[in-house]
């Protein structure tokens, strides 16, 4: 029996186990807390597991503005991870994942299905201490820096995403600096999950938290290559159109202002090379947010603005201006919907939370969108083009979002449910079939 059969099986035991003991954790006995804590107990806290069981059930209407059909499928993803730290230097971590999309049919793409395969496997040198030096090397999930607008995970999506990386880092109470490597990890549905090596970003992301009294400054450099046929470009190898070679120079602050008020602040720069056109890209954002007590509810609310650049004529073929958004986590940074992109575009969000009690939130989202530049397309959450004025005369409008949602959590129990409706602007009306997209679901985890 190969490896990938008997994983499956063994998470499908796992998940069957579950569903059989629900009934019994719902009267204050959680057998899943008393087995992990009864292996952490019984190691010496040096093995510790986790696991996680996500369904999420959803209606998508009106995808990629008409051109593709309606979706409604069920979404289940089983995750059972060990970490292993058998002296306080040294710590061994692994995961499993398994995802299903069974309503969707035998089409479902490999963002929605994988059979189960190693997620995360890494092995990390120094974990526990905060000064010092310390490494990590592996395939690893929870990799994201700053608020993961060029780097970070995609939780939302039902596969995720992993990478295969080497970190070193030097650490103190004042800054950790911090040299990486990562190739984002390809899901190869009926194989081996693996990354493509031709496609990676290296370089430094440094740490300083308390820059400025209370202000955290994070400042990096990162190289973005593509050395493979179809890369970025999709060119050929032979004359060099397919490559990619890309420097970001970027900076984030964050902290509190007067008043209550905190506020984030991120720019990026970039110089290089797409295919055989010189690339000159920036992309900038800004945020405020404030909490206030309402009648001993909490209420959040924040505003922030996003831009990146978008190529000027995409015609010429000796330069480009579209930013490149990296291995971005786009989740709720563009919409509910994750619609879109950083790339060529303009956006205000807002987003207002209310802590109706201490487990229970509602969400209100609105989002408004605008082409950078009215030649270059409007690019999707994954940095794919969406549609394109060749001329520049479909308007600059993208539209409108508006969504609604909330969650209830109870102990290691989450459940909710989401609405959004996205509203065509002309750009989009006159570029695609021009339909808005809607988008409810419904779902719920358990999670140790």
Known sequence: MSFRLKATLAVQVLVLSRFLLTPLSAQDWDPGTRATTAISTATNEKLKLTFEQRGRYESRAGNTFGKDLDVFTGLFRTRLGLAYTPVKWLKFSGMVQDCRAPWYGSGAPNTMRDEADLHEGYIELFPAYKKGFGMMVGRMMMLSYGEGR??????????????????????????????????????????????????????????????????????????????????????SSSDGTDKLGINTFGFRLAGPVPRGVNYSLEAALQKG????????????????????????????????????????????????????????????????????????????????????TKNFAINFQYNNYWLANLKDAVYNGSGKLIA?????????????????????????????????????????????????????????????
């Open 388 to 448: 394109r004025s060749a001329t520049g005369t479909a308007g600059r409008h993208v539209g409108q979002e508006a969504d609604l949602y909330g969650t209830y959590k109870h102990g290691h129990f989450t459940v909710g449910a989401g609405y959004g409706h996205f509203f065509s602007g002309q750009f989009i009306q006159k570029t695609t079939p021009g339909i808005g997209p809607t988008y409810l679901y419904v779902f719920h985890t358990y999670s140790l």
């Open 150 to 235: 060029l780097i970070g995970i995609s939780n939302w999506s039902n596969t995720s995403r992993t990478y295969d990386q080497a970190r070193m880092y030097w650490r103190s109470p004042k800054v950790q600096v911090e040299m990486l490597m990562v190739s984002v990890v390809k899901v190869r549905i009926g194989e081996f999950n693996r990354p493509v090596l031709g496609d990676r970003v290296w370089g430094t992301y440094d740490v300083f938290p308390n820059f400025y009294k209370k202000n955290l400054l994070e400042a990096y450099v990162l190289r973005h290559d593509q050395n493979r046929p179809g890369g970025f470009t999709g060119g």
């Open 273 to 356: 090379k797409t295919g055989l056109a010189d690339l000159s890209a920036s992309a900038w954002f800004a945020a405020l947010s404030r909490r206030w007590t309402i009648a001993g509810k909490t209420l959040d609310l924040s505003a922030e603005y996003k831009y990146a650049s978008g190529t000027e004529n995409p015609a010429d073929p000796k330069h480009s201006g579209t930013f490149d958004q990296l291995y971005a986590a786009n989740h709720d940074k563009f919409g509910h919907q994750d619609l879109f992109g950083w790339r060529n575009v303009h956006n205000a969000r807002s987003l207002d939370t209310l802590g109706v």
